[in-house]
């Protein structure tokens, strides 16, 4: 059996371009000559559309990679001796080659296990209490950072956020949220941007946009700006400063203007809704939990993972760590995720089961 060229791909959300709306503003910001490093008008436009959106004043830096934002929120919010308490399968741990760690000049990331791709308080107590505040023999806890939408594609509620960002908070640590799916979670908890970070206690988000809609925008969003005041220095060493910064300020107006970004999020989870569904009706598929935004994760047959491939259905084979109890990856099954985007079609879906 051979793998077809790819005709549907659900391997991510990042494998589809921009949305028209974006490129459109990319060319439109093209024309004329703007200061540059920042100073444009696009860029001092986005901060005004995120201040609006987060109902607050808060300090931005956009960047063109989420990897950098996660990087750069975390070095700012974190010395060098600090440990930042993360999920153990969380994206700043497993899948951004150290930039936490070579950002902040060697704070240590610290995996907390947890189903479904969430941390619990009790894990947080465990991990917190093997740490020793004031003592010079273990790095000091300082910054607790959730995903959300989480690597698992679940979600926090708000009151799981808020219980785990208190929790943090009354051992002083500082608290960090990786939005790389900001508005998928944000759409599908039918919250406001504020409910969900500063109001939920966070003292900064990376606040994604490439995944739902953008080219390459993503912005570090502070609400203690006191507290990262070295962003503008740390992004410029890091060679994150854009001299053509309209290039970013004018993806994150588009991005914002006129519900783009909300109603990109609503369409994907909407599919992701209709997938699931789909997959949940086919004999020996098992969903290990609940698609709540974008992302699904099937346990499947090998025969049906052998139809997509020769159907030219692209997903992502995934590891099996933090399934439920009870819940395994057995012989002739593959354990797969499935990744819907604003791109996606519902004749795509409606096909992805048809093939199966
Ligand atoms: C995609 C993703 C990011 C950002 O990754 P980049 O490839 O560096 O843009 C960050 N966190 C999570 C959970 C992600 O899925």
């Not at 004031?134 to 679940?154: I, K, N």
């Not at 960002?165 to 939005?179: E, I, M, N, Q, Y």
């Not at 006129?258 to 086919?282: F, S």
């Not at 974008?294 to 090998?302: Q, R």
């Amino acid at each position: 059996m051979s793998a077809a060229p790819t005709r549907i791909n659900l391997a991510s959300d990042n494998v589809v371009g921009a949305s028209a709306a974006v490129l459109d503003a990319i060319v439109r910001a093209n024309a004329d000559a703007e200061p540059s490093y920042g100073a444009d008008r696009y860029c001092a436009q986005a901060e005004a559309a995120l201040a609006q959106v987060f109902e607050r004043e808060l300090q931005v830096c956009l960047t063109a990679t989420g990897t950098a934002a996660n990087a750069l929120a975390l070095a700012a919010l974190c010395t060098p001796w600090g440990a930042v308490l993360c999920h153990a399968e969380s994206h700043i741990l497993e899948d951004e080659c150290g930039a936490p760690e070579f950002y902040s000049g060697g704070a240590k990331l610290i995996g907390i296990a947890g189903v479904a791709g969430k941390i619990t308080p009790d894990g947080l107590s465990d991990a917190l209490a093997r740490l020793s505040p004031g003592v010079a023999r273990t790095v000091q806890p300082a910054v607790l950072s959730l995903s959300q939408v989480t690597e698992a594609g679940t979600l926090y509620s708000l009151e799981e956020l808020r219980a785990l960002t208190a929790l943090a908070r009354r051992h002083g640590l500082r608290c960090h949220l990786d939005g790389s799916r900001y508005a998928n979670a944000m759409v599908a908890l039918d919250c406001s941007a504020a409910a969900m970070s500063w109001q939920a206690g966070f003292d900064a988000v990376t606040f994604g946009a490439t995944k739902n809609g953008a080219l390459a925008c993503e912005a570090v969003l502070s609400f203690e700006p006191a507290l990262t005041a070295s962003l503008p220095f740390q992004r410029k060493r890091a060679g994150h400063t854009l001299s053509k910064s309209r290039l970013l300020g004018a993806q994150m107006v588009a991005y914002l203007h006129d519900g783009h970004w909300r109603d990109n999020a609503r369409h994907a989870n909407a599919m992701a809704t209709r997938l699931a569904a789909g997959l949940a009706a086919l004999p020996g598929v098992r969903l290990p939990w609940p698609t709540q935004a974008n992302e699904v994760f099937a346990l499947v047959p090998e025969a049906v993972a052998a139809r997509w491939r020769e159907a030219g259905i692209a997903c992502a084979p995934w590891l099996s760590r933090g399934l439920p109890e009870g819940c395994s990856v057995g012989d002739g099954q593959r354990f797969l995720r499935m990744v819907t985007s604003y791109a996606t079609t519902p004749e795509q879906i409606d096909a992805v089961i048809a093939a199966a």
